[in-house]
């Protein structure tokens, strides 16, 4: 993939003024309404994103082994509209009017008891946000989230107006990987949780390929170097849009700690990320509307049958 062609190039799906009047409308019309505004936006941004769209046909023909026609693409730009509208409504609201379960509970809380700091690793699967929920439950777990602020600066900014507290804990991938580090081990010796999603590299990021969907896929080294560097419990997380005002949060353990020793670095990685692909490749069969990679993940030349 040429440098042009990386997902960080991609615009942001929106203004700051659009997400201001988004914003309005969720808090002042409520979800009942604003959900029925996400079928012509929905249709909008399908018809005007072509890579997306070009992106989408990609993934569903990994997931399905056909290429699919298009309505499986609408329905996965609809799930996304969904669930990040759904963004402004759990953080504004908390869990209130969803139904939200919860998988894996208690080895999680087995983990926190330990006092030592969780790493929870995610994807772009989903609610991230849901996980916010959990944080709800648990005050007195601080959750901490890393991510890049300047990739979504609009939404961003409306997700920090919502909920200052939130963005006061955000721990920004973009100061650097030494800060990340040390800002994550200072979360952790206070026994908070540590959320980041592995399934997207940075622009310099490095990445290793494995497996995913029947193709090499390059995923990035970083969240295990980091996971490396912490030596605390790593359990995954994945939250699972299911239809309508209910989600599900699955936790699952991954590894008392993670060990990647200098002289077997490369396999040792590897393992970790062909480990990592497999049960994200299952939540994947499990929910496939959900994986809002939209861009060219397997960064292969696009044929002519890949446009729409």
């Excluded at 994103?49 to 997931?63: D, I, K």
């Excluded at 990987?177 to 081990?185: E, H, M, P, R, S």
């Excluded at 010796?189 to 995913?212: I, K």
């Excluded at 295990?224 to 939250?239: I, Y």
Aim: proline share 6%; glycine share 8%; hydrophobic share 45%.
């Amino acid at each position: 993939m040429s440098e042009a062609t990386h997902w960080r190039q991609h615009r942001e799906g929106g203004s700051r003024f659009a997400y201001r009047v988004i914003r309005l409308l969720a808090l002042h019309g409520g979800r009942r309404f604003c959900r029925l505004l996400m079928y012509p936006v929905t249709l909008y941004f399908f018809l005007r994103r072509g890579a997306e769209r070009r992106a989408s046909r990609q993934y569903l023909t990994q997931v399905f082994g056909h290429a699919p026609g298009p309505w499986p693409m609408l329905r996965q730009f609809h799930a996304y509209a969904v669930t990040t509208l759904d963004r402004i409504f759990l953080l504004a609201h908390g869990e209130r009017g969803f139904a939200i379960e919860i998988e894996g509970l208690a080895e999680l809380e087995r983990r926190i008891a330990e006092g030592r700091g969780v790493l929870l690793v995610g994807s772009h699967q989903g609610s991230f946000e849901a996980l916010r929920a959990l944080g709800a439950r648990r005050p007195d777990v601080p959750l901490r989230v890393v991510l890049d602020k300047s990739k979504t600066p609009a939404m961003t900014e409306l997700l920090e107006a919502l909920a200052p507290e939130v963005g006061a804990a955000v721990i920004d991938a973009a100061q650097g990987g030494a800060n990340v580090v040390l800002a994550a081990a200072e979360a952790c010796r206070q026994g908070a949780m540590v959320a980041l999603l592995a399934d997207r590299a940075g622009e310099h990021e490095a990445q290793r390929a494995v497996d995913f969907l029947g193709a090499p896929a390059p995923l990035p080294v970083g969240p295990w170097l980091l996971a490396n560097a912490l030596k605390v419990p790593v359990l995954l997380c994945f939250g699972l849009y299911l239809g309508g005002n209910r989600y599900r949060l699955v936790f699952e353990p991954f590894a008392e700690r993670v060990e990647i020793p200098r002289e077997t670095r490369g396999p040792a990685l590897d393992a970790l990320l062909t480990r990592y692909a497999q049960r994200l490749e299952h939540y994947v069969r499990v929910a496939p509307y959900n994986w809002f990679n939209f861009h060219d993940f397997w960064q292969r030349p696009a044929d002519g049958s890949a446009s729409l």
